[in-house]
């Protein structure tokens, strides 16, 4: 009998030490994984934002499509004006660097060539997974939220603005759910948004609220 209740009690301290310890890392893992999926996030709405800025680079406006965008990124191109040539030292000294250069245009010492060079290249290498660029790291294939829209600010003038953001119900689907309630709760206070996010729609801004 005695044996017995020496193997119960043997097994009632393994049990409550495993919750013990399953107490204390259960935050730690969550945050782990918050961590991990929040960082692949952030890295994939950088790449849209560059997106968007070269998108209004040429178009005078964000984009509110995923499709378009990417077609954008796709088959678009920007043109580069590269200089060949050098600008005499001694014109340099005498003109100065604005008529320098003007005369030496002029006179064909230097010379001017326009090159295309494909956006998507440009910003993110040959490589780079397109595909991707809508799609929220880390869940079953749910896509940015993204608006685009023009206001008018208080000035009276005119801005073009961009949102895109990805909330926590999707991005931390399967985790404990209240850890991600009580996470919620925090980024809210903290940020304004259960989510990440980068740009407003009432503001011209495109800062992310990571930063």
């Known amino acids: 009998m005695r044996i017995v209740i020496q193997i119960l009690l043997v097994v009632f301290i393994f049990v409550l030490g495993f919750l013990i310890v399953d107490s204390i890392m259960r935050p730690i893992r969550f945050q782990?994984?918050?961590?991990?999926r929040e960082l692949a996030t952030i890295d994939r709405l950088k790449d849209i934002r560059e997106a968007e800025k070269a998108y209004k680079d040429v178009y005078k406006k964000y984009m509110g499509d995923f499709d378009t965008l990417k077609m954008f990124l796709k088959n678009d191109s920007f043109t580069v004006i590269k200089a060949i040539g050098t600008i005499p030292e001694e014109w340099l000294d005498e003109y100065g660097l604005t008529e320098a250069k003007s005369k030496a245009l002029k006179e064909g010492i230097i010379v001017r060539e326009a090159?295309?060079?494909n956006i998507m290249d440009s910003l993110?290498?040959?490589d780079f997974a397109l595909?991707?660029?809508?799609?929220?790291?880390?869940?079953d294939g749910k896509e940015f939220e993204i608006d685009a829209d023009e206001i008018l600010t208080s000035s009276n003038l005119m801005v073009q603005v961009v949102e895109v953001k990805a909330n926590y119900d999707d991005l931390?689907?399967?985790?404990?759910?209240?850890?991600?309630?009580n996470y919620?709760?925090?980024r809210?206070?903290?940020t304004g948004y259960a989510g990440i996010l980068f740009g407003s729609l009432e503001e011209g801004t495109l800062t992310g609220n990571w930063e």
């Not at 782990?32 to 991990?36: A, F, H, K, M």
């Not at 595909?131 to 869940?139: H, I, M, N, Q, R």
């Not at 931390?172 to 309630?181: A, D, P």
């Open 172 to 181: 931390l689907k399967g985790l404990n759910e209240q850890l991600i309630i």
């Open 124 to 126: 993110f290498g040959h």
């Open 131 to 139: 595909d991707s660029l809508s799609y929220v790291p880390f869940t």
């Open 184 to 186: 919620k709760d925090s």
């Open 188 to 190: 809210i206070t903290m």
């Open 115 to 117: 090159t295309n060079i």
């Open 32 to 36: 782990q994984l918050v961590s991990e």
